[in-house]
């Protein structure tokens, strides 16, 4: 098993770029999550997904999109890239929701910098 | 985020014990937990606890955890290089979003 795979590792946009972060897992997982780390901020969650085919917004949407087409792949959109976006994302998954005996699996994150 | 704090640095020697501190604000959180990043990598859980616990031990790692506070505290033992990361703590209150605070980053010195 990979686990969760994210690509690109790294990326420079330039601002108003639009880009696709993709996140896929083959532990037939349940739940997915985008979080964006930033220094001295933790982890704030963008967006989530209980299921294919449900989304739904977490602490800091704006400026992102999101689809859950497959059980497999969550692809975060970048539209119209700013430099507020800069940032290390991370998805996750996990099978029933972040809890002791489910917890998340991350993947080694994508580092995105908008200049 | 705002619902949990951590101090940002800790620095230990080889050898001795860490304790790592995090106040969180829910009183309905459910589940606690502590997740370890290592340079280059995701997070990875490292322990948990249920609210209803006050101590949890894991081999080197003992949870201390005061409701009363709201106070989490992690310890680790016979701290070695291979400690050094971060460590978040974070909790839910079983909505399926977990909340995490800023880090702690923990440098184990010769």
């Known amino acids: 098993n990979a686990g969760v795979t994210q690509t690109p590792k790294f990326r420079i946009l330039k601002i108003g770029q639009s880009m696709t972060l993709q996140c896929a897992q083959d532990?037939?997982?349940?739940?997915m999550y985008w979080y964006r780390q930033d220094p001295g901020m933790g982890l704030k969650l963008i967006y989530y997904s209980v299921g294919a085919g449900i989304t739904d917004k977490g602490e800091v949407p704006n400026g992102y999109n999101v689809s859950r087409s497959t059980t497999e792949d969550f692809p975060l959109r970048l539209e119209l890239a700013a430099p507020s976006q800069t940032s290390v994302y991370f998805c996750?998954?996990?099978?029933?929701?972040?809890?002791?005996?489910?917890?998340?699996?991350f993947g080694n994150g994508t580092r995105l910098t908008v200049t | 985020g705002e619902d949990v704090e951590q101090s940002l640095f800790l620095s230990v020697r080889e050898g001795d014990s860490s304790v790592i501190n995090c106040t969180y604000t829910?009183?309905?959180?459910?589940?606690l937990y502590w997740y370890k990043q290592e340079p280059g990598a995701g997070l990875q859980l490292l322990t948990y606890i249920f609210s209803n616990m006050d101590m949890k031990q894991d081999q080197r790692l003992t949870v201390l955890l005061n409701k009363k506070d709201k106070h989490l505290s992690l310890r680790i033992a016979d701290t070695q290089t291979g400690d050094s990361a971060i460590y978040f703590c974070?909790?839910?209150?079983?909505?399926?979003?977990?909340?995490f605070g800023a880090g702690t980053t923990v440098t184990v010195r010769a």
């Open positions: 974070a909790e839910t209150t079983n909505d399926y979003k977990l909340s």
């Open positions: 532990m037939n997982h349940n739940y």
């Open positions: 829910d009183s309905s959180s459910t589940y």
């Open positions: 996750a998954s996990s099978y029933s929701g972040g809890t002791y005996n489910s917890p998340l699996h």
